[in-house]
């Protein structure tokens, strides 16, 4: 048998999925219990130079030569961003099309209608390659994990931002001049917002939370702080107290249902299992009821390793198609999911302050933390410089409110010159 | 829609089954698409008392009760062994049910029959409860991984000896010792020898490989040590030298499609991932030619995670009942393997000899490295003590033959008073 398929989308993603059909087609058809053909490949430029030798022949500029060939039984969207792929995605659909993707600002923004959308048409929506690039984690949440109620997920899920902390780690370089470097080199974008201000790993925390959970969720429930403010200071003080700084991805579910969601910079033990996972290297960490922790690791973005997952899930979807089993995993979420307030997350936290090197001044930010029922854990006081002497303060679990009432009077605290830093402490 | 299934076996893993099925029965429903209900529980020991509450009208010491019901579409086997297991899962997939297991034994000795059957009859046979306890491992080799070529596995899959040899790393401790303390903790059977003698890890070895590569492995085809050799003097050269001392299962496909497939301890390096995989944590490393790395991690063993495991396959097995899709993934080996001798098998080496203090010494046995092809890459020596040296050599990648015809060329040297301990060194 042979199920043929079309491609929206020839730029890196596009080209690894191609190359690895056509390089593994002799195992990829007994897998797949069928043989996958290329029908079409649709790019707005079908001219541009590519890494990979492409059977011009089917090359097309009009996507309705792929979205309207009723032979075509599998799509997969590589373009990227939500315009206008959300609408080719759509369409396939009503086309009676599985759709594969890797697009995670698509499935984070509009996942629900278009979830809902293939359920009644009765096909595959899958999306392996949206998160964590060929690291099977989307389908082991869906399936092997299927019988747990997560607690917690726990995940590196952003490659450049790993990449610039683990330089700034190794090198005690400062931000700006790791993100120029990783610029240079083509590990960060010219304009680098989408991944060092958490923008990326949001989306990528919508779709695993999503899953995890069964519940729609809104990415303007997830807090999010990018790397931009994580000092070379920060990384040694955390070095010192035996922590490294990653960009993690959280989502927590509390016995009474409610969730937390935070993307942000925090000190992970460096016990931890993430805390080895370093350069361009991804994991996620997942806490289940019954399976307790695993980790799943790997390669979080590149041509090769997210083709690895856009052709898996195509070869689920040719699967599906030739024993009729399409649609067989229910993911369309249950429940809204009730979202806890921000303020009334805890956790760990370390905050680096400035304070004048004279007597009493710790005692007056001991007791207003104190005042604010934050309670210390340790505190690390170096050699002062020009009469003001650093302090870093690790504190017990503290709700984010009590942080906040507590760095609001530091403001009229003359012991405290200056918060420099205020991270949290994540991963137990 | 209801799905009703039979439970074979009340030890540890049925009960873990039962009580994830209970407790979680509320999220597995909408996910298995259908209410999961145990109609039948058989076990030879109906009255001994159970970590969990057991509705008692369910139990029989009568496996006909669940083999001969045609209202029981999925059946567990959780018995464990060969016999009398192999006879009913036989007998169950002759009678059109599905059946999922977690029996490692079972499946490494007659996988291929049995697989073989279950594709005739049409049905599913899942087993992810086989290998790494909950950790996701078959089904993502099954699905997301499909699309790679896959190089190279590399697991520590045995809970037990990774406990001991974890505790003989931090406490410096012999090998007797902490198996003694194992064993009265309960983390050592009283008959060790499936553990420390490699049987398990060989089991979990040729399910992993056999799906890995396509390929019916015969246990025959594996190299097999255990850890009863490996001493507490070795794991500190191994700390000094920057490893650590772990017993591994590693198949690895070379260029020209031959496998080589061995369990054994090796020195891993301890920057690599593998090396902080502690206590009766298991994980396992997975290089693929599209994916790259990836590993998985968790806890290889217990009522719970295992519990996870079969109860996603029977969410699997309940979905594909209901969507039609049963028998989905071909997993029915395509060819018979190329197994490479193990002669010639590569690898670094770690060498400890005992060495008379006497000039020439240390020349003679390099000497006779080199005169049979073998590299050195580096050399520690001790103090001696009584007139004796104790010599490590660290070589390089290194034939098994040219490995065997040096230690065999030892015997006649007056240098070489004993080799102690021979290490292989694995994970690049």
């Not at 080209?15 to 990829?28: E, F, H, P, Y």
């Amino acid at each position: 048998m042979k199920i043929h398929i079309g491609i929206l989308g020839l730029g890196t993603v596009g080209c690894g999925t191609l190359d690895v059909l056509k390089r593994n087609a002799a195992i990829i058809a007994p897998r797949a219990g069928c043989e996958i053909v290329v029908k079409r490949i649709a790019t707005k430029h079908p001219d541009k130079p590519r890494p990979i030798e492409i059977d011009k022949s089917l090359v097309t500029a009009d996507v309705d030569e792929i979205l309207n060939d009723p032979d075509i039984k599998i799509v997969a969207e590589l373009i990227g961003g939500v315009d206008p792929a959300r609408d080719y995605v759509m369409r396939a659909i009503a086309a009676g099309k599985s759709v594969v993707t890797a697009n995670k600002e698509l499935i984070a923004k509009h996942g629900v209608e278009i979830i809902a959308a293939a359920e009644k048409a009765g096909v595959d929506f899958l999306f392996e390659g949206s998160v964590g690039g060929g690291i099977p984690l989307i389908n082991p949440l869906r399936e092997s994990l299927a019988a747990n109620r997560v607690r917690e997920l726990l995940g590196i899920v952003n490659g450049t931002t790993n990449y610039i902390l683990t330089k700034m780690t190794r090198e005690g370089s400062s931000f700006d001049d790791v993100l120029a470097e990783a610029q240079k080199l083509g590990y960060a974008e010219t304009d680098p917002t989408a991944d060092v201000d958490g923008f990326d790993s949001m989306y990528k925390l919508s779709i695993l939370a999503s899953i995890a959970f069964n519940a729609p969720i809104n990415i303007k429930d997830i807090h999010r702080e990018g790397i931009r403010g994580v000092t070379a200071r920060d990384i040694e003080y955390a070095k010192e107290l035996n922590y490294v700084i990653k960009l993690v991805a959280l989502a927590r579910q509390h016995d009474d249902g409610g969730l937390e969601l935070r993307v942000h910079p925090a000190l992970i033990s460096a016990q931890h299992p993430l805390a080895n996972v370093n350069d361009v290297f991804n994991a996620v960490f997942v806490r289940g009821d019954a399976v307790g922790d695993v980790m799943f690791y790997g390669r979080g973005a590149g041509a090769d390793p997210t083709g690895s997952a856009v052709v898996g899930d195509i070869i689920e979807a040719a699967r599906n198609l030739g024993v009729g089993g399409r649609n067989r995993v229910h993911h369309e979420p249950t429940h809204a999911p009730h979202i806890r307030p921000f303020s009334e997350s805890k956790t760990r936290f370390y905050v680096r302050t400035q304070v004048p090197d004279e007597p009493g001044m710790l005692a007056q930010i001991a007791t207003a933390f104190g005042q604010h029922g934050v309670s210390l854990e340790s505190i690390v006081q170096k050699k002062s410089h020009e009469g003001i002497a650093e302090i870093v303060w690790m504190t017990h679990d503290t709700s984010q409110a009590n942080m906040d009432s507590s760095l609001a009077a530091f403001e009229k605290l003359e012991a405290v010159r200056e918060v420099s830093s205020l991270l949290r402490v994540e991963g137990n």
